[in-house]
């Protein structure tokens, strides 16, 4: 039995998969407490745990101790004249006509930065060496006295020559055994100082908070007789074992949305779709994703609190618009939707959990388009009549029925993810056009028909059980690291050879931490090279596969820059400008033991033929119901209709039709006629 639980905003999903068997729970998170939800998920399947044989996790609970600043009180040591790097930042303004604008936080305050004397330029070249006896007379006793539960180092050029961070942390690792000691050229040996001191900060951060969190999932697993081994999904769409998890929180950061991406490509992969736009709309936000040839992008860096953090994640674009947005109307008199969510606790004002604000899920039960009798399978009560009480005053305010409230929210829900997709795509060079809407989410069925028609795109795929699809994506996940390395130098003669030589040496480093993991079997090897012209401010990705190297030159090389330039700006540079390489990143892959299977579960409630939609424009119409478990395969049904499944609904408006293939996955089309 392979189980995957991940940890939402407002529930935590699990899904179990033994052969053709499949188990689906749905059940409220915990916030204060998430490994709480991740046992009540467990108990309330009533899965026998020494039947499990592989169980992966993804949670918030690194994003939430940021977002929340609720991690571990961390100290910041830094070559001597850096100490202020963590707050000079960047000269740059989110906000340009924000008078008032503040620059982000960070995490850490001035007075737990420390200076230790040393310095090694750009080359990797020893300036001043490392007085190990100084910091034991002047550092040591202020961190001992700081009683902090995190270091986190970052010495001036690390990345390139690591030597005296790594004296430093052995140093300081045998002086404070209770402290985590988190040092830049483990965590990111990427050039950028503030990108690197904000990254390892970061890491510090969240560090003891997740070792903390997993040990106590480990021993409440133990407790259930689950003996299997625990991975953690990571942000770039890979899972690693909990072990290797615990000397790098921070690439944990956004594991749901990633497992959710990863679910997708897996499961409308086997209908033979590959050009894919991913739509997670869950209970607090909507994560959108451009999937090209079945690959997501990778990111090598991304943000968090307007913090920068330098690690690899899929390429999602995030909005507040979640089942649990809040409906609200501003100074202006302007509806507006989200960012802010009820969340989990109290969570919509339907759910009958003492909320009090008007939400997304409270308009569709207000519309009709999700029936209180019909949520989760049935299994959970929802009260039409509380949420029609939260959304009377947002109506007289601006002077709509309820029911038209309800439809106007909805679709100024729709218009926000709408942009962020268009982000990721139409500004990106990509035609929305091209490509299938893949939603999921237990909202995101609702509202993609209309997210489609908006864009022009004529396909929807929903995946069977979109509720908790992101729950799949993590057993359907396979192991993987990225390495990423700052190695500077012009594209010349010698660069071909350099540029094997480090793929080499990355590979090497990636097959012993593979050995260390115990995870046997073949492991994949992906190379890409950063590349840019000698004074661009920002690199370009060069993909270098085997065969490539092994006969390349630097004619080929600049070749390959100039392409992947070109695909990008739509020129190639002036003639006879250098080109340098900057950064490598090497993925290192080991694919897990067959796909596990993903059916729609089956329905267990009856329901009639047809039900009362309020369309929010003066009237009421009957919408047939289907169940999405017994849809003939093959068979062709049109709307208007709303498709019931145990964690999702389909809203199929006029127009539109929904077939059912072999594989569970339900295809919306525009009606021909």
């Known amino acids: 039995m392979r189980v995957g639980i991940e940890v939402g905003g407002t529930f935590t999903d699990l899904v179990a998969v033994d052969g053709d068997r499949i188990e689906l729970r749905k059940v409220p998170s915990t916030p204060s407490a998430p490994d709480r939800g991740v046992l009540n998920a467990l108990n309330d399947s009533g899965i026998d745990g020494a039947r499990v044989s592989d169980m992966v996790h993804g949670s918030t609970v690194a994003t939430n101790a940021l977002l929340e600043r609720k991690g571990a009180r961390v100290a910041f040591v830094t070559t001597a004249g850096f100490r202020d790097i963590l707050f000079l930042q960047r000269h740059d303004r989110r906000n340009i006509y924000d008078l008032r604008y503040q620059r982000p936080t960070p995490v850490v305050e001035r007075a737990d930065c420390f200076e230790v ?26 961190l001992k006295k700081g009683n902090y ?106 594991s749901g949305p990633a497992a959710g991406v990863v679910g997708a490509i897996r499961q409308v992969g086997r209908s033979g779709a590959g050009n894919l736009i991913t739509f997670d709309m869950g209970g607090t936000s909507a994560d959108v994703c451009l999937v090209t040839n079945g690959r997501p992008g990778i990111s090598p860096d991304t943000e968090i609190d307007g913090l920068p953090v330098r690690t690899p994640v899929i390429d999602i674009s995030t909005v507040g618009a979640g089942g649990g947005s809040i409906v609200w109307i501003d100074d202006g008199g302007m509806l507006r939707v989200g960012p802010t969510s009820a969340g ?10 003492g909320g009090t604000v008007p939400t997304l899920t409270d308009a569709h039960v207000i519309r009709g388009s999700l029936r209180p009798e019909a949520f989760l399978g049935g299994t959970m009560k929802i009260d039409r009549d509380l949420a029609i009480e939260v959304f009377k005053p947002i109506a007289e305010k601006i002077g709509l029925s309820v029911p038209e409230a ?28 091209d490509y299938a809407l893949v939603p999921y989410g237990g909202a995101g069925p609702l509202l993609a028909v209309e997210i489609a028609d908006e864009l022009g795109v004529d396909r929807v795929i929903v995946p069977p059980n979109p509720g908790v699809l992101s729950a799949y994506g993590l057993i359907a996940s396979d192991f993987a690291r990225i390495y990423a390395a700052t190695h500077r130098f012009l594209v010349d003669d010698a660069a071909a050879d350099r540029v094997r030589a480090i793929k080499a040496e990355m590979e090497a480093e990636a097959r012993a931490d593979f050995e260390t993991f115990n995870l046997g079997g073949e492991v994949q090897i992906d190379f890409v090279a950063d590349m840019r012209f000698v004074g661009q401010a920002f690199e370009v990705p060069v993909e270098l596969d085997a065969r490539t190297l092994e006969t390349l030159d ?19 540079g002036t003639a006879g400008q250098k080109v340098e390489v900057v950064s490598f990143r090497l993925t290192a892959t080991r694919p897990i033991d067959g796909l596990p299977a993903f059916r729609e579960k089956a329905s267990e409630m009856e329901r009639p033929a047809f039900t009362t939609f309020d369309t929010g424009e003066g009237g009421l119409r009957e919408a047939a119901l289907h169940s999405s478990s017994e849809l003939p395969v093959g068979q062709a049904v049109t709307g208007l209709a709303l498709i019931e499944g145990y964690s999702s609904t389909i809203y199929l408006p006029d127009g539109w039709t929904v077939t059912r293939d072999a594989d569970d996955n339900l295809t919306l089309e525009r009606s021909r006629a």
């Open 117 to 142: 004397a040393e310095r090694i330029d750009a080359h990797g070249e020893v300036l001043t060496p490392l007085d190990l006896e100084e910091v034991k007379k002047y550092l040591l006793p202020d």
């Open 149 to 254: 539960d995190a270091i986190a180092i970052c010495l001036l050029s690390s990345y390139v020559n690591a030597a005296h961070e790594e004296a430093l942390f052995a140093l300081l690792e045998e002086a404070l055994p209770d402290a985590v000691i988190s040092i830049s050229s483990q965590v990111t040996r990427e050039f950028r100082e503030f990108e690197r001191a904000s990254t390892v900060t970061l890491a510090g951060y969240v560090q003891p908070v997740i070792d903390r969190y997993i040990a106590r999932l480990e021993k409440s697993l133990e407790a259930l007789g689950v003996k299997a081994r625990l991975s953690i999904m990571q942000s770039n769409g890979g899972r690693i074992p909990a072990m290797a998890m615990r000397r790098n929180a921070i690439a944990a950061l956004f």
């Open 344 to 353: 989990a606790e109290p969570g919509p004002a339907c759910y009958g959990n």
């Open 406 to 433: 309800a439809s106007a929210a909805l679709r100024l829900g729709a218009a926000n993810i709408v942009r962020a997709i268009q982000h990721i795509s139409t500004e990106q060079g990509k035609d929305p056009r």
């Open 554 to 572: 630097a004619a080929t090389l600049e070749d390959l820059f100039q392409q992947a330039h070109h695909r990008i700006f739509l020129h190639g």
